[in-house]
T-cell receptor, first 113, second 112 residues
Framework: GAVVSQHPSRVICKSGTSVKIECRSL??????MFWYRQFPKQSLMLMAT?????????EQGVEKDKFLINHASLTLSTLTVTSAHPEDSSFYIC?????????FGPGTRLTVT | DQQVKQNSPSLSVQEGRISILNCDYT??????FLWYKKYPAEGPTFLIS?????DKNEDGRFTVFLNKSAKHLSLHIVPSQPGDSAVYFC???????????FGKGTRLHILP
């Protein structure tokens, strides 16, 4: 099946710094990519939807200036957590859609100290 | 407002028995339902799906049942195996809309 990768798989950063997470579709062109966040013992929460070459659509309550999403090509989307704080610590998962199916990446564990 | 609800946060089942995971939804526009399995620190993996025109879909040990009038679906795993221990997410979407709405998940423990 289709493969979606995320990098890094795990990152620890200091409070106030920014961290970038990459999501790549390895063997298909993703018309749409999604970013999810999962809190412990909670559901996957959709943060934003991005279409290649256009601005991301953020879900209600998600700060677009804090979670910057760039979808520069049909195979790459990035999520940058700016001025990270401990409450941003979470598991971030991306998915990529080829219009027929949605494929999930392995996730990135972000810990902000 | 939670549109997809999994009211059991955890479930323990003896190996070899049937595991039944339940899910309820509130949005009558949903017409496509999915189940995902997730291990710790990994992304969810797709298990099985069902369209609203069906009431049952079977794939090997996994069967999903849909009761549209009750807005309820369930995932049956039989026989349950140790490798089935994971968190199972019920999800729903409207066909043509890429958004998938997830439930909170149910942690399944398969007991030896």
């Amino acid at each position: 099946g289709a493969v979606v990768s995320q990098h890094p798989s795990r990152v620890i950063c200091k409070s106030g710094t920014s961290v970038k997470i990459e999501c790549r579709s390895l063997d298909f062109q993703a018309t749409t990519m999604f970013w999810y966040r999962q809190f412990p013992k909670q559901s996957l929460m959709l943060m934003a939807t991005s279409n290649e070459g256009s601005k991301a659509t953020y879900e209600q309550g998600v700060e677009k200036d804090k979670f910057l999403i760039n979808h520069a090509s049909l195979t790459l989307s990035t999520l940058t957590v700016t001025s990270a704080h401990p409450e941003d610590s979470s598991f971030y998962i991306c998915s990529a859609s080829d219009r027929y199916e949605q494929y999930f990446g392995p996730g990135t564990r972000l810990t902000v100290t | 407002d939670q549109q997809v609800k999994q009211n059991s946060p955890s479930l323990s089942v003896q190996e070899g028995r049937i595991s039944i995971l339940n899910c309820d939804y509130t949005n009558s526009m949903f017409d496509y339902f999915l189940w995902y399995k997730k291990y710790p620190a990994e992304g969810p993996t797709f298990l099985i799906s069902i369209s609203s025109i069906k009431d049952k879909n079977e794939d090997g040990r996994f069967t999903v049942f849909l009761n549209k009038s009750a807005k309820h679906l369930s995932l049956h795993i039989v026989p349950s195996q140790p490798g089935d221990s994971a968190v199972y997410f019920c999800a729903a979407s409207v066909r043509g809309d890429d958004k998938i709405i997830f439930g909170k998940g149910t942690r399944l423990h398969i007991l030896p």
